[in-house]
């Protein structure tokens, strides 16, 4: 059995990340943690008071990842070039990572200022693709927000299977409504 020693946060959340990813947003209960980790459930109150403030520490590292995923992906990228590229990734991002993306959607609480700030972050590498482009600030943020939705639309849309038409491709109408958006 794992000592209280061998427990950390970001093990826990490691574990939780990998029961999520196997079997759904759901599926990382403080049982199914114990389980897997071979330790005690009364363990993980030491770490996370409960299964609320678990899952806003996998939104928060789920953006974190994101993030970094962003930084090497567009690296070398500009203008509206390296705002589709952003767009791109953030969406392949979400699909990969399908229950963590919904578990994200679901628990993310942006009064926290951590989560506050990974959105700013986020948000501020797409201002840097739009310097060159954009000039009005109202502008950025119809783009920004239109970008937001429509990758959130696209993650949650295939995650239920709307997008599954022989006429259109997933990717041909993602990449048409980025294209209106960003103008």
Avoid: W
Wanted: some cysteine; aromatic content about 8%; proline content about 1%.
């Amino acid at each position: 059995m794992v000592q209280k020693r061998d427990l950390s946060k970001q093990r826990i959340i490691q574990t939780a990340k990998n029961l999520i990813s196997d079997s759904g947003s759901q599926a990382a209960t403080f049982a199914s943690i114990a389980k897997a980790l071979d330790c005690r459930t009364q363990a993980l109150y030491f770490y996370f008071k409960n299964r609320d403030e678990l899952n806003q520490a996998i939104a928060q590292n789920y953006l974190l990842s994101l993030k970094e995923v962003l930084k090497t992906e567009c690296l070398g990228y500009s203008g509206k070039n390296g705002l589709i590229k952003m767009a791109k990734v953030m969406r392949e991002y979400g699909l990969n990572n399908l229950s963590l993306s919904i578990l994200t959607m679901e628990s993310l609480n942006l009064s926290t200022k951590e989560s506050y700030k990974n959105i700013v972050d986020i948000n501020s590498m797409m201002r840097v693709f739009m310097k060159g482009f954009v000039q009005d600030s109202a502008k950025e943020m119809t783009i920004t927000r239109g970008i937001r939705g429509l990758v959130i639309g696209e993650v949650v849309s295939e995650s239920v299977g709307m997008f599954h038409n022989p006429l259109v491709k997933n990717t041909q109408s993602f990449e048409e409504n980025l294209h209106k958006i960003i103008g």
